[in-house]
């Protein structure tokens, strides 16, 4: 009988261990995202009257990218809240790529409802001017009213129309799905084949338009196929934040860049739930990267302390200034992310934020693993403040330098300074795919045939200038050359 009594008490105390590890885990991968939490959080601001009219406002189409060319895709998402509290006059469209109208919000029967103050004619048309693509976000967060979406023939075919109306009406230049609290069962190829489905009309219907997704920073439970999904679409929009946040019982970093014994990180994102997508296709891949960060009241003033309260979001150009005039900015070697802290005379406060140097970190990690390239969650977090912008220019931009060791360690140029012919001497039978040249604002001066070794500069004015090269893999390097006479 003790025996007995006790193998009950011992099978009781498993389960309800297992029972609690379930519904934790349940928690955790069903859990409000990030977009989703935001456009409660700050979605309700009120609304500025749109000055235009869309009946006046002619919407101009794409141009061609002048001002400056970058080595990589920079995808923008633009809340509406951001939009309304004057985000256009701060964004330097010329260093964008993409920029993401948040949101389209989508209903069961795949009816839209625009964002705040559509149309944006002032940013669209800003946008088209810099040949930034401005891409329709279409939203929903429901699992139920998404699973609708996704089986009922009729809502699907309903929402694929619908999204091509407004592309054509307004000009974009393609949309992104972001459906967050999916149910599990809709994960894999459910939803695989619904973004299959949309990228075939897009392209067939509207060709030279793009199709998005934003996916999952850790595939909970393996139910996402996310091999599948990267062929499906042109390009995955990594949602690489959002790993602490409301629900966590200690502090800690938005994106994480690594975390000891193989804690989920933003690297092991890439090496692990992205090991498949980064190794076949590496170009369809953007990398999410946070401009928030999060606020808890805690118990002590020490990193990954005790949660007592949750708080809130926090913004770049909020964060960058609160650090300072609370100590400056720690660092916490686990995550190697920064945070700050204070007390407010009754309790400790800590926010975990990206500075400029862990996100340029992220952007390197997209660098070395040669992704498409990077994603802002969200414009405008950062204001007036330049110093992300700057990030951008000097990973990206047409002076970046772009696997510089790896091109400089198989590529010579001679003479330099030369007041007429540079020679480009090749090692290793290295296989050129471009060769082009930028002034100092970054405008293209000359495109060169990869084949021709001996490039021609004496029709260029005298002063410095860079040279792009691009190889066979598209991994670049930029030299700087002088014009002298």
Do not use: C
């Amino acid at each position: 009988m003790f025996v007995l009594k006790k193998t009950l008490q011992f099978s009781l105390f498993f389960l309800l261990i297992f029972l609690l590890t379930q519904s934790v885990f349940s928690q955790e991968i069903s859990r409000k995202g990030i977009h989703q939490l935001q456009k409660e959080e700050f979605g309700k601001i009120k609304v500025i009257e749109n000055k235009f009219d869309f009946n006046e406002v002619e919407i101009i189409p794409i141009k061609e990218k002048q001002k400056v060319a970058l080595s990589k895709i920079v995808f923008g998402f633009l809340p509406y809240w951001e939009y309304n509290s004057g985000a256009h006059n701060n964004l330097q469209y010329n260093i964008l790529t993409h920029l993401a109208a948040f949101d389209f919000t989508a209903s069961s029967d795949g009816t839209i409802t625009n964002p705040s103050n559509w149309p944006w004619a002032d940013v669209i048309n800003t946008a088209h001017s810099n040949g930034v693509k401005v891409i329709m976000v279409v939203t929903n967060f429901n699992g139920s009213e998404i699973h609708a979406i996704l089986t009922n023939t009729t809502s699907k075919n309903n929402l694929f129309g619908n999204i091509k109306n407004t592309i054509t009406s307004f000009d974009l230049d393609g949309v992104n799905i972001d459906f967050e609290g999916l149910n599990n069962a809709d994960e894999g190829s459910i939803i695989n084949n619904f973004m299959s489905d949309l990228t075939t009309y897009i392209h067939t219907q509207l060709p030279g338009k793009e199709v998005s997704f934003d996916s999952p920073a850790v595939n909970w439970g393996d139910d996402w196929n996310l091999d599948g999904l990267v062929q499906n679409v042109d390009h995955l929009f990594i949602m690489a934040y959002d790993y602490n946040g409301s629900w966590s019982n200690n502090t800690g970093a938005v994106a994480p860049f690594t975390y000891p014994n193989n804690g989920i990180s933003v690297s092991k994102t890439l090496n692990n739930d992205y090991s498949i997508p980064k190794s076949n296709y590496p170009e369809k891949l953007i990398l999410g990267v946070p401009y928030y960060g999060k606020h808890w009241k805690t118990q002590t003033n020490i990193a990954e302390s005790v949660v007592t309260s949750y708080v809130g979001s926090t913004f770049f150009r909020d964060d960058i200034i609160n650090a300072a005039s609370n100590g400056g900015y720690l660092w916490d070697n686990n995550s190697q992310t920064p945070w700050y802290n204070w007390n407010d005379g009754a309790d400790w406060n800590q926010v975990w934020a990206d500075n400029d140097q862990s996100i340029g970190n992220k952007f390197d990690l997209a660098i070395n693993n040669n992704l498409g390239g990077i994603g802002i969650w969200a414009l405008n977090y950062d204001g007036d403040r330049h110093e992300l912008w700057d990030l951008i220019n000097s990973k990206f931009g047409a002076t970046a330098s772009i696997d510089d060791d790896f091109i400089k360690n198989n590529i010579k140029v001679y003479p330099n300074p030369s007041n007429g012919f540079i020679r480009l001497s090749i090692l290793n039978n290295l296989e050129l795919n471009k060769i082009e040249i930028f002034n100092v604002l970054g405008q293209i001066t000359m495109k060169i045939n990869p084949e021709n070794n001996f490039i021609d500069i004496s029709s260029l004015t005298n002063g410095m200038y860079f040279l792009k090269i691009e190889d066979e893999t598209s991994k670049r390097g930029i030299f700087k050359i002088l014009k002298s006479d």
